[in-house]
């Protein structure tokens, strides 16, 4: 039975208030549960970077020769010590403040600088387009942990340095989608509209472009914060990043390889909190993107 | 509204003459630098569109009507050729594009394209004259004034976003953007060729409407032959990217000359079986605009083709019925069989 419904004639009531964009795609996220579950994932460990030195049982730099290497569940440390003792629960959540920021910084500084240069490209087009891509090409041929490596190197240890390389790693992919979703909303009729009515470049960008692009750049640079933890863990690990002996997982990881064999569950520690981390971080970014391909 | 303060010429002044307008796109070489080329999308189109008047353009598929229509609203520029509104040179420094701007609007096909999904409509429609630094409560209350004339409910609909609309009431706001400037010249690029039948009927009728109310002049691009019929003063028929016959509706309709206009009409279908067309259909696909036939364009599928046609290019002359045509059989002496054998009298050449 198919009736037809004059929206003129609709009485007041059945007319709510329109749901905003924004609205829309959170009500859509809330549905998906896994995606719901991830982003509480991060939200703990949010809470734990923020308030960590406060929730950790322990002083993480305490160390204990008598007490090395303890496996996990051993009396008064929950998960066990590290090689000189210290207590794992602790490290790890006094660590999740400083992975998070060599993870989380490189991305929020490569989405802004991508994001100029990505918009700038697509928006001009021609040959400024090309000039500019090509330039970025040419930081994309490296893959991603050589290039990391390589400018860490060459800037020295240190973490504003090793903050500074991953940044620049992560700026040509971040240009990359900037572009292609600029160039994508650039043959939309709706810019076209707005040059006809006589607007400049850059109110046509702020006005139009923006509202649409940024939103999937997000999406992918939250996908890249995994990539960003694993690779700043990396460098850590080579000790091009944090110094010990900071709680820093990717450097729990270099300094627990060692114990790989006595005890193999204490060394993977670290690695399972990189793990959980980039695997929540993956999860948040699919659910943003399902939630914000709102069908025309 | 009074719109005299900007109207120049007065209205003899044709709205907007269109002179040698051409836009050809290149191709791209491959990287041994073969191929190229250009596709001649428009290739050398004259016309005029009067004021208050509704100018319908039609033509098939890739004949150039769009490429036309971004040229008038300057969204791409031409190679050649000039445009000139209301007697001053488009982008000129009597005209600047941007003052051009603000007296012709477009709409476009696509209702959801052509909206940004980010606006609420009273945004999209407020942006335009806001750009010509109208402040924004002012350009807000012009929006949804303009709203309730083109028949949705400010008070419901002016804070809604485009995808909560259908496809006649985005359509209805589309056009509601294009007069936010107080445009003269309204450019309709298929403006309602998505549309339901219904709504469609009801888009034009509003249309129809608002070209009273406000004194607009319409260019109306369709490829709807009935929709153009109704709507349109002129017509101006379009095929691979020029001009071939331009005319009253009406002479046009009933007297078509061109052979092209002539199977363009007999193809339009009616259920009167009085009214059945004996004339042979259009055969074929247009010619590749890449590589356009010599001569006349039309020569390779037009029944009446001789020598001439594929040797010279006909240029628009005067009818008996008083349209303009580009066909050899309409010029008096030329070499075609079916031409007439002496000029037409001058009663005809002043309807220009």
Same mark, same amino acid.
């Given at each position: 039975?198919?009736?037809?419904?004059?929206?003129?004639?609709?009485?007041?009531?059945?007319?709510?208030?329109?749901?905003?964009?924004?609205?829309?795609?959170?009500?859509?996220?809330?549905?998906?549960?896994?995606?719901?579950?991830? $982003?509480?994932?991060?939200?703990?460990?949010?809470?734990?970077?923020?308030?960590?030195?406060?929730?950790?049982?322990?002083?993480?730099?305490?160390?204990?020769?008598?007490?090395?290497?303890?496996?996990?569940?051993?009396?008064?440390?929950?998960?066990?010590?590290?090689?000189?003792?210290?207590?794992?629960?602790?490290?790890?959540?006094?660590g999740?403040?400083?992975?998070?920021f060599?993870?989380?910084?490189?991305?929020?500084? $490569?989405?802004?600088?991508?994001?100029?240069?990505?918009?700038?490209?697509? +928006?001009?087009?021609?040959?400024?387009?090309t000039?500019?891509?090509?330039?970025?090409d040419?930081? +994309?041929a490296?893959?991603?942990?050589?290039?990391?490596?390589?400018?860490?190197?060459?800037?020295?240890?240190?973490?504003?340095?090793?903050?500074?390389?991953?940044?620049?790693?992560?700026i040509?992919?971040?240009?990359?989608?900037?572009?292609?979703?600029?160039?994508?909303?650039?043959?939309?009729?709706?810019?076209?509209?707005?040059?006809?009515?006589?607007?400049?470049?850059?109110?046509?960008?702020?006005?139009?472009?923006?509202?649409?692009?940024?939103?999937p750049?997000f999406?992918?640079?939250?996908?890249?914060?995994?990539?960003?933890?694993?690779?700043?863990?990396g460098?850590?690990?080579?000790?091009?990043?944090?110094?010990?002996?900071?709680?820093?997982?990717?450097?729990?990881?270099?300094?627990?390889?060692?114990?790989? +064999?006595?005890?193999?569950?204490?060394?993977a520690?670290?690695?399972?909190?990189?793990?959980?981390?980039?695997?929540?971080?993956?999860?948040?970014?699919?659910?943003?993107?399902? $939630?914000?391909?709102?069908?025309? | 509204?009074?719109?005299?303060? &900007?109207? &120049?010429?007065? #209205?003899?002044?044709?709205?907007?003459?269109?002179?040698?307008?051409?836009?050809?796109?290149?191709?791209?070489?491959?990287?041994?630098?073969?191929g190229?080329?250009?596709?001649?999308?428009?290739?050398?189109?004259?016309?005029?569109?009067?004021?208050?008047?509704?100018?319908?353009?039609?033509?098939?598929?890739g004949?150039?009507?769009?490429t036309?229509?971004? &040229?008038?609203?300057?969204?791409?520029?031409?190679?050649?050729?000039?445009?000139?509104?209301?007697?001053?040179?488009?982008?000129?420094?009597?005209?600047?594009?941007?003052?051009?701007?603000?007296?012709?609007?477009?709409?476009?096909? =696509?209702?959801?394209?052509?909206?940004?999904?980010?606006?609420?409509?009273?945004?999209?429609?407020?942006f335009?004259?806001?750009?010509?630094?109208?402040?924004?409560?002012?350009?807000?209350?012009?929006?949804?004034?303009?709203?309730?004339?083109?028949?949705?409910?400010?008070?419901?609909?002016a804070?809604?976003?485009?995808?909560?609309?259908?496809?006649?009431?985005?359509?209805?706001?589309?056009?509601?953007?294009?007069?936010?400037?107080?445009?003269?010249?309204?450019?309709?690029?298929?403006?309602?060729?998505?549309?339901?039948?219904?709504?469609?009927?009801?888009?034009?009728?509003?249309?129809?409407?608002?070209?009273?109310?406000?004194?607009?002049?319409?260019?109306?691009?369709?490829?709807? &032959?009935?929709?153009?019929?109704?709507?349109? =003063?002129?017509?101006?028929?379009?095929?691979?990217?020029?001009?071939?016959?331009?005319?009253?509706?009406?002479?046009?309709?009933?007297?078509?000359?061109?052979?092209?206009?002539?199977?363009?009409?007999?193809?339009?279908?009616?259920?009167?079986?009085?009214r059945?067309?004996?004339?042979? #259909?259009?055969?074929?696909?247009?010619?590749?605009p890449i590589?356009? #036939?010599?001569?006349?364009?039309?020569?390779?599928?037009?029944?009446?083709?001789?020598?001439?046609?594929?040797?010279?290019?006909?240029?628009?002359?005067?009818?008996?019925h008083?349209?303009?045509?580009?066909?050899?059989?309409?010029?008096?002496?030329?070499?075609?069989?079916?031409?007439?054998?002496?000029?037409?009298?001058?009663?005809?050449?002043?309807?220009?």
């Open positions: 039975m198919h009736i037809t419904v004059d929206p003129q004639k609709l009485p007041e009531l059945a007319m709510q208030k329109s749901a905003g964009y924004w609205q829309t795609v959170g009500r859509r996220f809330m549905q998906q549960k896994v995606a719901v579950a991830a $982003a509480l994932v991060v939200l703990v460990l949010l809470v734990l970077a923020v308030f960590g030195p406060w929730l950790a049982p322990m002083d993480p730099y305490q160390s204990s020769i008598l007490k090395r290497l303890k496996p996990i569940g051993f009396p008064g440390h929950l998960l066990g010590t590290d090689e000189l003792g210290r207590d794992m629960l602790s490290r790890l959540i006094v999740t403040r400083l992975s998070l060599i993870g989380i910084t490189p991305v929020i500084c $490569a989405f802004v600088i991508g994001s100029v240069i990505g918009i700038t490209a697509g +928006y001009a087009g021609g040959w400024v387009n000039s500019m891509m090509r330039t970025i040419v930081f +994309y490296f893959p991603s942990v050589l290039l990391a490596i390589a400018l860490s190197g060459a800037l020295g240890a240190g973490i504003t340095n090793s903050l500074i390389s991953l940044t620049i790693v992560f040509p992919p971040i240009a990359r989608v900037a572009e292609s979703v600029t160039t994508q909303i650039r043959g939309r009729d709706f810019v076209d509209a707005a040059r006809a009515s006589g607007a400049g470049a850059f109110t046509i960008v702020r006005v139009h472009v923006l509202g649409n692009v940024l939103g750049v999406v992918y640079a939250t996908s890249l914060i995994a990539v960003a933890m694993i690779l700043a863990s460098l850590s690990f080579l000790g091009l990043g944090v110094k010990p002996p900071e709680p820093e997982w990717g450097l729990m990881l270099n300094t627990l390889r060692t114990a790989i +064999y006595t005890q193999p569950w204490i060394a520690l670290p690695g399972a909190m990189i793990f959980i981390t980039s695997i929540a971080f993956n999860l948040l970014a699919d659910g943003l993107r399902s $939630a914000m391909e709102i069908k025309q | 509204m009074p719109l005299t303060p &900007l109207d &120049l010429g007065g #209205p003899a002044q044709p709205m907007l003459s269109v002179r040698g307008l051409v836009k050809h796109f290149p191709l791209k070489k491959d990287v041994f630098g073969k190229g080329g250009v596709v001649r999308a428009v290739d050398g189109v004259d016309f005029e569109v009067l004021k208050g008047e509704t100018l319908g353009v039609v033509g098939e598929s004949c150039g009507k769009s036309t229509a971004r &040229l008038l609203m300057q969204l791409i520029i031409q190679d050649q050729g000039e445009l000139i509104f209301d007697g001053q040179t488009v982008g000129g420094s009597a005209l600047p594009l941007k003052a051009y701007r603000r007296q012709t609007q477009m709409v476009f096909q =696509d209702s959801y394209a052509s909206l940004n999904p980010r606006l609420t409509i009273e945004d999209s429609i407020a335009a004259p806001m750009v010509h630094g109208v402040p924004q409560s002012e350009a807000v209350a012009r929006a949804r004034d303009l709203l309730g004339r083109v028949g949705l409910a400010p008070e419901r609909f804070e809604r976003y485009p995808h909560e609309l259908s496809g006649g009431q985005r359509q209805r706001v589309n056009i509601a953007r294009a007069l936010a400037l107080q445009s003269r010249l309204i450019i309709l690029d298929e403006a309602v060729s998505a549309l339901d039948k219904s709504v469609e009927a009801q888009v034009l009728n509003l249309l129809l409407d608002l070209k009273e109310d406000f004194g607009l002049t319409y260019v109306f691009i369709s490829h709807d &032959l009935n929709v153009v019929r109704y709507m349109s =003063d002129r017509v101006l028929v379009m095929y691979l990217g020029q001009v071939v016959e331009i005319g009253n509706s009406e002479t046009l309709f009933n007297n078509p000359a061109h052979p092209y206009t002539q199977a363009l009409l007999s193809s339009i279908p009616t259920l009167d079986p009085d059945r067309t004996e004339k042979p #259909p259009l055969a074929g696909d247009p010619p590749n590589n356009p #036939p010599t001569g006349c364009r039309f020569h390779p599928r037009c029944v009446h083709a001789q020598d001439i046609c594929s040797q010279k290019m006909p240029v628009l002359a005067h009818t008996a008083g349209q303009q045509v580009a066909c050899w059989m309409h010029v008096a002496g030329s070499a075609h069989g079916l031409a007439p054998a002496h000029p037409l009298g001058s009663a005809t050449q002043e309807v220009a």
